[in-house]
């Protein structure tokens, strides 16, 4: 059964939405504001995403930007006007679709079903498996290898490992990080340092000269490319 995560805060539209949905066979989660949003999206893992533009804590456009920074699940916006539906999908945050309130429920879920079928070679295509070298990271499974060596880490390790490995050879500065992994608790540059210090010696071979997760001096890490590091 497919998941539709729906990102809305009006209470109403999230239950007409889901008794439609629903009665069309997909299983719907919920989440009343941005920020529990990504956090939904992460433990829920859906299939696709149904994500108002005004949220409350964060709005539509930057859940829209983060979700794009480590996944490319399916996004229809929903929108209060058209002019705005223009400037959220394509290349600007990357959202898949849109409609434009008021809208019929109907009409929602016959565009969720169209965009899970368009959706469904480009799952084939690009699995959410991660690769960098000898590193694979399964997200659907939360499951990071080195060398086909299940590798055993933290809910926050795995995740910062994906960040990174999402861009291999991007530098990230520590804000970057701590923006995206969008934790619960407050997150230092220092906590950054100290996960960093512990994902390598979980994954390199020698931690004091790591191969994959690489210190960009004065910037902040990076995740090497396959074509760079290794087997120095
Ligand atoms: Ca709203």
């Given at each position: 059964?497919?998941t539709?995560?729906?990102?809305?805060d009006?209470?109403?539209?999230?239950r007409?939405?889901?008794?439609?949905?629903e009665?069309?066979?997909?299983?719907?989660?919920?989440?009343g504001?941005?920020?529990?949003?990504?956090?939904?999206?992460?433990?829920?893992?859906?299939?696709l995403?149904?994500?108002?533009?005004?949220?409350?804590?964060?709005?539509?456009?930057e859940?829209?930007?983060?979700?794009?920074?480590?996944?490319?699940?399916?996004?229809?916006?929903?929108t209060?006007?058209?002019?705005?539906a223009?400037?959220?999908v394509?290349?600007?945050?990357?959202?898949?679709?849109?409609?434009?309130?008021?809208?019929?429920p109907?009409?929602?879920?016959?565009?969720v079903?169209?965009?899970?079928?368009r959706?469904?070679?480009r799952?084939?295509?690009?699995?959410?498996?991660?690769?960098?070298g000898d590193?694979?990271?399964?997200?659907?499974?939360?499951?990071?290898?080195?060398?086909?060596?299940?590798?055993?880490?933290?809910?926050?390790?795995?995740?910062?490992?994906?960040?990174?490995?999402?861009?291999?050879?991007?530098?990230?500065?520590?804000?970057?990080?701590?923006?995206?992994?969008?934790?619960?608790?407050?997150?230092?540059d220092r906590t950054?340092?100290?996960?960093?210090?512990?994902?390598?010696?979980?994954?390199?071979?020698?931690?004091?000269?790591?191969?994959?997760?690489l210190?960009?001096y004065?910037?902040?890490?990076k995740?090497?490319?396959?074509?760079?590091?290794?087997?120095?």
């Amino acid at each position: 059964m497919k998941t539709i995560l729906v990102i809305e805060d009006e209470a109403e539209l999230v239950r007409a939405l889901s008794g439609y949905l629903e009665q069309a066979g997909y299983r719907v989660v919920s989440a009343g504001d941005g920020r529990l949003g990504l956090t939904v999206f992460r433990h829920e893992r859906p299939d696709l995403v149904l994500l108002d533009l005004m949220l409350p804590e964060m709005d539509g456009l930057e859940v829209c930007r983060r979700l794009r920074q480590t996944s490319d699940v399916p996004i229809i916006m929903l929108t209060a006007r058209v002019e705005e539906a223009d400037r959220v999908v394509g290349l600007e945050i990357g959202a898949d679709d849109y409609v434009v309130k008021p809208f019929s429920p109907r009409e929602v879920v016959a565009r969720v079903r169209a965009l899970l079928r368009r959706a469904g070679g480009r799952v084939v295509a690009a699995p959410d498996v991660i690769r960098a070298g000898d590193l694979v990271l399964d997200l659907a499974r939360h499951e990071a290898s080195v060398a086909g060596e299940l590798v055993k880490l933290t809910r926050t390790e795995f995740e910062l490992l994906a960040i990174l490995a999402a861009e291999p050879g991007r530098a990230f500065r520590r804000s970057q990080l701590i923006d995206a992994l969008d934790a619960d608790y407050a997150v230092s540059d220092r906590t950054v340092d100290s996960h960093v210090k512990n994902l390598r010696s979980k994954i390199e071979p020698d931690p004091r000269r790591p191969c994959y997760l690489l210190t960009v001096y004065g910037v902040g890490y990076k995740l090497a490319e396959s074509s760079e590091g290794h087997g120095n």
